[in-house]
């Protein structure tokens, strides 16, 4: 029995979390892997470090070095902080080669703030050794998990993994060692660190987890688990106990921030459950996520949302007999890394659903359509994304009826639907001012009152 067990930042943020979670480690039966985040603050202090090229480096150094050993100081003494120390002044050789390589190569952020995961792994493998457990940290690099892609938002070459860390990594559990992993990057096929774009612990996580072929992954956080909504909008949110694949990666995509959107997909392949539990209150359950059908009554499991939306409509007269228009719009706005949240077309229409951030790069790049007929580009603002998930959603008839009902309760216009598109999930939009009222009136109705949840 393989378990592939994931810490967050804050999880292992402090001297106390780092013992808590070494904790539920050795209490934890059967071949253990263990991914970690950098300590909370540190890679948005990396990332700092990266924009403000003038920053002074000595300060930088000291600051870096302070958090960790300070840690250390309260975790480990005599000949036990020898060891860390001897380890930890190895990683600051590689720590000052990274920062100051370089600023123009295309994968220096990357070399720079991959650095955190590199320091926690070391803390936490040595609080485990100081517990009597066999752990040994071990970088990206060296277990060969392989990256590929864009500087800052790389993705898992989940075959060329596989066979890495079949070879570095398996060997290791066959002796009882614990390997603890860094999170949150990979290395490409040149050895240069490559990471999985901010929050991309989880993933490397699910990445470790297919390639080992784990029977379970715990992804270990500050929460208890996915909500039925946002706590802070609907106070009476229940946490959910069970959901399949399909809804779990719509709600990380679309609202709760509970899971980097990409871990599903790892472990998906595989059939490998994923739990998301509680480093704080480990006796609670938590989300588990697998490959459920359970029959169940309910309509929704969660109604998320996504704010700060804006839809950009182009209009042109026969949109629908020009395929290849519809194509180069696409292409042209991929070209601006812009992430597209819903499509919709019409005879002479298409419209397209953005974060409002994107909307200007967009445009500039829309300017360069030529060769079509664009009668009008108009741009709505202040949109955002409703999101309703239950897995019960499609095959059953009324359904939409039913839930748009509930939003004509709010009083609110529907801008734009997208159904069917999914498996699991009812989205549409509707007006930022009507967002809170739009979840609270759904949740009311389709979750708030049951009581088998
Ligand atoms: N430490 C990285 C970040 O803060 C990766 C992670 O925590 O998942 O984004
Ligand atoms: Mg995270």
């Known amino acids: 029995m393989i378990t592939v067990m994931k810490f967050g930042g804050t999880s292992v943020g402090s001297p106390e979390a780092l013992r808590r979670v070494a904790g539920i480690i ?42 960790h050993v300070s ?25 000052d080669k990274a920062v100051n390589s370089d600023r123009n190569d295309p994968f220096y952020k990357d ?23 066999e752990a ?39 002796m009882g060692v614990v390997p603890v992993i860094t999170g949150y990057y990979g290395v490409t096929a040149e050895g240069r660190p490559l990471t999985f774009g901010r929050g991309g612990s989880d ?42 694949f399909g809804e779990a990666a719509e709600l990380a995509y679309f609202g709760a921030k509970v899971l980097h959107p990409r871990t599903i997909e790892p472990v998906r392949l595989k059939h490998i459950p994923l739990k998301v539990k509680n480093s704080f209150k480990p006796e ?49 706005i991929a070209e601006t890394d812009t992430i597209i949240y819903s499509i919709s077309t019409s005879l002479s229409t298409v419209a397209f659903l953005v974060h409002s951030n994107d909307v ?21 603002n202040h949109v955002a994304l409703i999101c309703a998930v239950g897995d019960n959603l499609l095959g059953k008839c009324g ?25 699991v999930s009812l989205n549409f939009v509707v007006p930022m001012s009507k967002v809170i009222d739009v979840v609270r009136i759904l949740h009311d109705k389709y979750i708030g009152e049951r009581d088998d949840a």
């Open 71 to 95: 840690a250390a100081a309260q975790l480990f003494e005599g000949e036990a902080m020898d060891a860390f120390m001897k380890e930890m002044d190895e990683r600051m050789e590689a720590f």
């Open 399 to 423: 359904v939409s009826a039913d839930i748009f009902s509930a939003v004509k309760e709010a009083n609110a216009n529907v801008e734009m639907i997208s159904e069917g598109a999914s498996e």
């Open 284 to 332: 609670e359950p938590g989300t588990l996520i697998h490959h459920l059908r359970k029959p169940k009554n309910e309509l929704l499991r969660s109604v998320a949302a996504k704010t700060d939306l804006s839809i950009i409509t182009i209009s042109s007269a026969e949109m629908a007999y020009k395929p290849s228009m519809v194509a180069r719009i696409l292409d042209l």
């Open 26 to 67: 050795a209490g934890t039966e059967g071949e253990r892997i263990v991914v970690a985040s950098a300590m909370s603050g540190v890679t948005n202090f990396l990332v700092s470090i990266v924009e403000n090229p003038l920053m002074d480096y000595k300060s930088i150094r000291e600051q870096f070095v302070n958090k």
């Open 111 to 133: 070399g720079v703030v991959s650095q955190g995961e590199r320091f926690s792994t070391l803390l936490l493998a040595h609080v485990l050794k100081g517990m009597g457990v």
């Open 203 to 244: 993933y490397a996580a699910a990445v470790v987890a297919n390639a080992v072929s784990a029977d379970v992954l715990e992804i270990w956080t500050d929460v208890d688990g996915f909500m039925s909504a946002d706590p802070r909008i609907i106070p009476n949110a229940i946490k959910i106990e069970e959901m399949n």
């Open 360 to 380: 200007k790069n967009t445009l500039r790049k829309l300017n360069c359509l030529t060769g079509y007929e664009i009668e009008r580009i108009d741009v709505k």
């Open 136 to 174: 040994k940290a071990i970088t990206s690099e060296d277990a060969g998990i392989v990256a590929e892609g864009h500087p800052l938002s790389g993705s898992a070459n989940l075959q060329l993994s596989e066979s890495g860390m079949t070879m570095n990594v398996t060997p290791l559990l066959a």
